[in-house]
């Protein structure tokens, strides 16, 4: 057998298909430190037994060599402890298309040569791995069925887990006092009670419908979790356009130390806001942040377009009247007559009629054309 557990027996029996049997000599080496030298191994077809304690690949070699030459065989052993159970880590809640981490923890720890099947929602395809975890996505909302099967060539055990993917969801990430990380033994049974725990008592305390709260305690120290708020209804416009009223709540019972539960001992376990500062926040995507950002910035747009506008009827119009008081100006200092020039001026940008007299505007500075020129300029820009 190439595949056995510790302590079984093993039985190697070495073969010589051409050559001189009674002067080959044989040297053995299991793999583990033992090795021997056999005289007329194969005449007597006597077998080998050896017993293989620790877990491991085992590189079992014979070479064999007489008078006319050598030869090798070789083969691997794998020595492995059947699998007595596999657990699958992942996080209930997770956000569509947002990148999740599955775990699978085997027992016993030790097991090596692990080949790990990964079964994803209705998928008939299972994903390989030689590691313990793998990266994934889920591209639809709903309850999600994650399935992993851990083999070796003694055994197979799998855990399946369910995951619930929203597009809108809160996470408010929370913290413990210092004395849970004494009794906190860092697996995962012991993590899923105390999230348990921790659900229960703050819905009682806030009110908040227990099933639309999760909390996940993560692994290793110091003792940490998050608190999941989850979406009352499937009506992702309406939620996005309101405050939801239960963060608030549960901010100000934590805010409070009104949550804490009692460990073995008698000793008392505050549950806090990780930062106090923070709030909360929500899980990222939510198509009601994106619409309004998308509505203020083409109110935005709007807005400087009209100002622009604006501006830009009023601009024209004042160099214009600068340019009849300069005509004005020249006309009172010289004697010159500018009736070519102020009839261009004149023509150039219809605000009197085309039959007035360009001799006119030529006259003294109190004439009633041009003063009518510029009542015609001031009422066209106001």
């Known amino acids: 057998m190439l595949a056995v557990a510790p302590g079984d027996d093993i039985t190697f029996t070495v073969h010589q298909e051409q050559g001189d049997t009674s002067s080959t000599k044989y040297q053995v080496d299991l793999g583990d430190g033992v090795r021997a030298i056999y005289q007329n191994l194969t005449v007597t077809d006597e077998p080998i037994q050896h017993r293989y304690e620790n877990p491991g690949i085992y590189k079992v070699k014979?070479?064999?060599?007489?008078?006319?030459?050598?030869?090798?065989?070789?083969?691997?052993?794998?020595?492995?402890?059947?699998?007595?159970?596999?657990?699958?880590?992942?996080?209930?809640?997770?956000g569509r298309n947002h990148e999740v981490n599955l775990t699978a923890t085997v027992l016993p720890s030790e097991a090596n040569l692990t080949v790990f099947y990964w079964w994803i929602g209705d998928s008939m395809q299972p994903i390989l791995t030689l590691q313990n975890n793998l990266l994934t996505r889920f591209p639809g909302t709903g309850r999600v069925s994650v399935t992993v099967q851990a083999t070796n060539s003694r055994s197979m055990v799998q855990d399946t887990r369910t995951v619930r993917v929203y597009d809108n969801f809160?996470?408010?990430?929370?913290?413990?006092?210092?004395?849970?990380?004494?009794?906190?033994?860092?697996?995962?049974?012991?993590?899923?009670?105390?999230?348990?725990?921790?659900?229960?008592?703050?819905?009682?305390?806030?009110?908040?419908?227990q099933n639309s709260l999760v909390t996940v305690v993560k692994p290793g120290l110091p003792t940490t979790a998050n608190l999941y708020v989850l979406p009352l209804d499937t009506k992702p416009?309406?939620?996005?356009?309101?405050?939801?009223?239960?963060?608030?709540?549960?901010?100000?019972?934590?805010?409070?130390?009104?949550?804490?539960?009692?460990?073995?001992?008698?000793?008392?376990?505050?549950?806090?806001?990780?930062?106090?500062n923070a709030g909360y926040h929500g899980a990222a995507g939510s198509a009601g942040v994106w619409t309004l950002a998308v509505i203020f910035?083409?109110?935005?747009?709007?807005t400087?377009?009209?100002?622009?506008?604006?501006?830009?009827?009023?601009?024209?119009c004042t160099h214009n009247y600068a340019q009849m008081h300069s005509v004005k100006e020249q006309e009172m200092i010289s004697p010159v007559n500018h009736s070519e020039d102020t009839q261009q001026i004149i023509q150039g940008e219809e605000y009197i009629d085309d039959d007035l007299d360009s001799q006119t505007l030529g006259n003294a500075g109190g004439s009633p054309a041009f003063r009518s020129l510029i009542r015609t300029t001031t009422n066209h820009c106001y």
Do not use: C
């Open 237 to 276: 416009a309406k939620r996005s356009l309101f405050v939801d009223k239960r963060i608030p709540a549960i901010i100000q019972v934590f805010n409070d130390n009104n949550v804490s539960f009692v460990i073995r001992g008698g000793l008392q376990v505050l549950v806090m806001l990780a930062d106090p």
């Open 62 to 94: 014979v070479k064999a060599e007489n008078m006319a030459g050598h030869d090798e065989a070789t083969m691997y052993i794998q020595v492995t402890a059947p699998l007595q159970e596999v657990h699958l880590e992942v996080v209930p809640i997770a």
């Open 170 to 209: 809160q996470v408010i990430p929370l913290s413990f006092s210092r004395n849970l990380d004494r009794f906190n033994p860092n697996i995962p049974e012991w993590r899923d009670d105390i999230g348990q725990v921790v659900t229960k008592i703050l819905a009682k305390i806030t009110g908040v419908p």
């Open 304 to 316: 400087g377009a009209f100002i622009l506008y604006k501006f830009k009827r009023k601009l024209p």
């Open 297 to 302: 910035l083409i109110g935005l747009i709007a």
